[in-house]
């Protein structure tokens, strides 16, 4: 599904420990790492496609984590030239929905071998900040700013009382609420 401006819908998965580090992610087979991210599905919100894409990509489901908060709207990024597809719809980039969540389980819990077809083949804990540099290039700004928007939810001086999805101390925005068509 892409938007009549040429950009798919997707979201952008953090998840942090209680450290406030946060899960970096290898994609298969590459020497290219990134958080995990996804696109939304037609009649799917950004909150449930957060789930689904949680579950696919790291094997972890919403009684793991809890949000902590989304990017107020959607940020977004344009593809190189290169990797524009010819034929098909006109995909020129991503906008995406960013997601923080708290990793309430054990770090065992986390699995990037739950599918078929697995997108992340490794997996470690990096500082906050460190995706920014490390990500490949078409993609910085984006992480600039998702980062930039969430960090004050790591700011906090007390994560244990932090809510689920939908407890008190989430912070859902209403574009990740819609439901795309």
Do not use: H
């Not at 599904?1 to 899960?23: Q, T």
């Not at 593809?79 to 929905?97: E, T």
């Amino acid at each position: 599904m892409v938007d009549s401006d040429g950009f798919r819908p997707n979201v952008g998965i953090i998840v942090a420990n209680d450290d406030g580090r946060v899960l970096w992610a290898r994609r298969a087979g590459e020497d290219a790492w990134q958080f995990p991210q996804g696109g939304v599905e037609a009649n799917e919100t950004p909150l449930e496609a957060l789930y689904r894409e949680l579950r696919e990509e790291v094997g972890l489901g919403p009684a793991d984590v809890a949000v902590l908060g989304a990017t107020r709207r959607w940020l977004r990024y344009r593809l190189p030239r290169r990797m524009i597809r010819r034929r098909g719809s006109r995909c020129i980039g991503q906008k995406q929905i960013w997601f923080l969540l708290r990793l309430l389980a054990d770090e065992q819990r986390v699995r990037v071998d739950r599918v078929a077809r697995p997108e992340f083949d490794r997996w470690r804990w990096v500082d906050y900040w460190y995706p920014v540099e490390e990500v490949i290039f078409f993609k910085r700004q984006v992480y600039r700013q998702a980062l930039q928007e969430l960090s004050g939810y790591l700011q906090a001086d007390d994560w244990a009382g932090t809510g689920t999805e939908g407890g008190p101390a989430a912070v859902i925005p209403p574009a990740a609420r819609r439901r795309l068509r």
